[in-house]
């Protein structure tokens, strides 16, 4: 027969901050663990660019918190490398 899983906590709705995935336990049996949710990589400020930004890590918030200076921000934090390399040569053109 097969084996019947229940959740442990109290909450018995499947909802997005109740999500689980199933283990074999030493034992043999399958049990529920409860996953946390997944993080989003921040948006590049340059407003011009769709994509995430590269270089900082993709977690919640209050793991965030206790990243690194250099996990967490790339180049100042704001611009996605292409608007980086762009914002650069405009630089280097004015000088010249």
């Known amino acids: 027969?097969?084996?019947r899983l229940t959740y442990h906590r109290r909450l018995s709705y499947n909802t997005a901050?109740?999500?689980?995935?199933l283990s074999r336990t030493p034992g043999n049996r399958i049990v529920y663990l409860y996953?946390?949710?997944v993080g989003k990589a921040p948006k590049s400020a340059c407003g011009v660019c769709p994509g995430r930004l590269r270089g900082v890590r993709a977690v919640r918030p209050k793991v965030l918190m206790r990243l690194s200076k250099t996990?967490?921000?790339p180049?100042?934090?704001?611009a996605c490398c292409n608007s980086w390399g762009r914002k650069e040569l405009?630089?280097?053109e004015l000088l010249n």
Not at 17 to 21: A, G, Q
Not at 75 to 78: I, Q, R
């Open 75 to 78: 180049s100042g934090g704001l």
């Open 17 to 21: 901050s109740n999500k689980t995935r």
């Open 35 to 37: 996953t946390k949710k």
């Open 1 to 3: 027969m097969v084996q």
């Open 90 to 92: 405009d630089t280097t």
């Open 71 to 73: 996990k967490k921000s």
